[in-house]
């Protein structure tokens, strides 16, 4: 039996510890109540800053995208530069990695089979999925009908009845910094041309209908156009000459022959020289002989004074000094376009 004192004793410590949790309680959710006060606040005072915001950095922070976008910013800041984007198939986004690199001019190997076009570096590469249409056609018409919106500004008279064809201001090409340049496609035949060569003209009827981007030749006049297309590998020179009167295809002629007189500009815009076979090899470890540097100047004024542009390829890519004093030279020479596999040094190099 418990004493009646112990009972009394034992109620008093329940009032205690009844009096410290109430004090904890309490003291929790002062606490809780300090911390959403200062969120609160703090909430407040950003929406604050953001409405009537006078620091710049958080204008910056807060501007919408919505109105820094405009129609052609596609390729906004884009340098477009001298670049040929050799083996183009090797970028992880073909044709798009290299206009992201600002380069003008891309390459795309092509191997026909059964009126489809793949592309590859040699046949074990190829699939279903890569062709020439989809990494190339495509990508490059949907990248110029993005330059070329039909807004009330480029067509003002729509809705009146008549409507322009060409678009007020003219028609641009893929660079948003220079609507004005061209962007070389070059399709290197890796099948028997004469097999190649009209599926090719026909794959180009997405980039000439119902606009027509190409480059052409009208007859008597080449009419420059945002695609210039050239014809390389085993492509059939007097196939791609037949059609005297139009054609929308040029030959990439071999540099160390244009003394032939075969090239002209009606039929080649760009040439193309080897570069070890026909400037010679370079020692590793030291650039160009003087030599050799006199050999590219003579090719290339001899293919300028017949209005004719020069590429080399097959330059040396290793030693990278070594890559890049040829680099240096053929620029200082004039050469028209770099031919690189390396696009990301081609495009930063400071000459
Ligand atoms: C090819 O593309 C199709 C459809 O986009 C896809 O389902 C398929 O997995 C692709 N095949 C290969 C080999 O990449
Ligand atoms: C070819 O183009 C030139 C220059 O643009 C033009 O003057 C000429 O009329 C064109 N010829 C034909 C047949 O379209
Ligand atoms: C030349 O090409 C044009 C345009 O594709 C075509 O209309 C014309 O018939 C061709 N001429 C010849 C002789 O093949």
Known sequence: MLAPGAILRTEGGVGRYDRLGKLIGSFSFF?????????LFSIATTVVKVIFTTDLQTFLLHFPLSKSTYPTSLTRDILPKPIHSHNDYWRRVPAYTAIGYGCISIEADVWEYSGELFVGHDIASLTRNRTFKSLYVEPLRKMLDSQNPDTEFTHPRKGE???PDEPVGGRNGIWDVDPGQTTHLFVDFKTPGHNTLPVVVAHLEALRTPVNYLTHFNGTHVVHGQITVHLTGDAPFDSIIANSSYRDYFY??????LSSGRYTPENTIISSGQFGRDVGSVIWGRGMTEKQRLIVRAQIEEAHKRGIKVRYWDTPGWPISVRNRVWGVLVQEGVDLLNADDLKSASYLDW
């Open 252 to 257: 990439d002629a071999p540099l160390r022959d």
């Open 161 to 163: 009845g008549e409507e």
């Open 31 to 39: 606490v809780l109540f300090v911390l959403c006060a200062t969120q």
